[in-house]
């Protein structure tokens, strides 16, 4: 599902919303919880997930073209946890898809 898509899905759930104001709702939810993140903030949303920044330590890697050493930063990176709820959500649906693609095999 791409933002243009959700933008969709909420107008089409939501009479009431233009197009317009889905595609702000969601705008103004995505640079919240970007700006929480840049802040170093954790996002926790029940049900779904939750939202924090990872730290990756400085490490020294190889160049694979020549083969020499390169130091590489530390870096903090966006990480993402699935909550139970949902989890739970994608396994059942995946079980699901395998025992009918199961039945119709020949």
Do not use: C, W
Request: charged content about 30%; cysteine-free; hydrophobic content about 35%.
């Amino acid at each position: 599902m791409t933002r243009s898509d959700l933008v969709e899905e909420l107008a089409a759930r939501f009479a009431q919303l233009t197009h317009r104001d889905a595609e702000y709702a969601v705008k103004t939810i995505l640079d919240a919880m970007g700006d929480a993140l840049v802040r170093g903030h954790r996002i926790e949303i029940r049900g779904f997930g939750s939202f924090s920044v990872s730290r990756r330590p400085p490490r020294i890697g190889r160049n694979p073209r020549s083969g020499e050493s390169v130091q590489v930063p530390e870096k903090r990176v966006p990480h993402f946890k699935p909550g139970k709820a949902l989890r739970e959500a994608v396994d059942a649906r995946t079980a699901e898809l395998d025992a009918q693609a199961q039945r119709t095999k020949p």
